[in-house]
């Protein structure tokens, strides 16, 4: 477990893609270009898209909270964990598909809000 103040970053934009993050507790901070794409609270995975495509970062993810505490799951433990225990690279797997599903939903109803915004100031 790893803990974070108010402002830190977990990584940045651009930075290779070592490890996922689960949120245990605190807030965090999902920004592009200064824009926030995401507020997480509660118990989340982020960093997973990077470790599962293997391409760089594609977003700051700070935290917001005075203290956030993070489990950091390096890439290579999880890669072997799901080797040798696929029941529990199941349920893994399954949580990160979950995660995944509801960013894009979310990212999908901004969208839509944005979009009804938009054409109703017109």
């Known amino acids: 477990m790893a803990s974070y103040e ?4 977990l990584c940045k934009d651009g930075d290779k893609s070592r490890e996922i993050y689960v949120l245990m507790s605190g807030e965090l901070s ?6 926030e794409l995401a507020h997480l609270k509660g118990v989340d995975i982020v960093g997973e898209m990077g ?5 760089p970062r594609c977003a700051d993810i ?5 203290t956030t505490t993070i ?3 390096p890439k290579i433990a999880l890669d072997k ?12 797997h399954r949580n990160m ?5 509801q960013k894009l939903r979310g990212s999908n109803v901004r969208s839509r809000q ?9």
Request: hydrophobic residues 45%; aromatic residues 0%; proline residues 0%.
């Open 97 to 101: 598909l979950t995660s995944l599903c």
């Open 62 to 66: 700070e935290a917001v909270s005075d």
């Open 114 to 122: 944005s979009e009804n915004i938009t054409s109703s100031v017109m």
């Open 81 to 92: 964990l799901m080797k040798t225990d696929l029941e529990l690279g199941l349920i893994i």
């Open 6 to 9: 108010k402002g830190r970053h």
């Open 51 to 55: 470790v599962i495509t293997g391409e």
């Open 71 to 73: 489990m950091v799951i």
């Open 30 to 35: 999902i920004k592009s270009e200064d824009v």
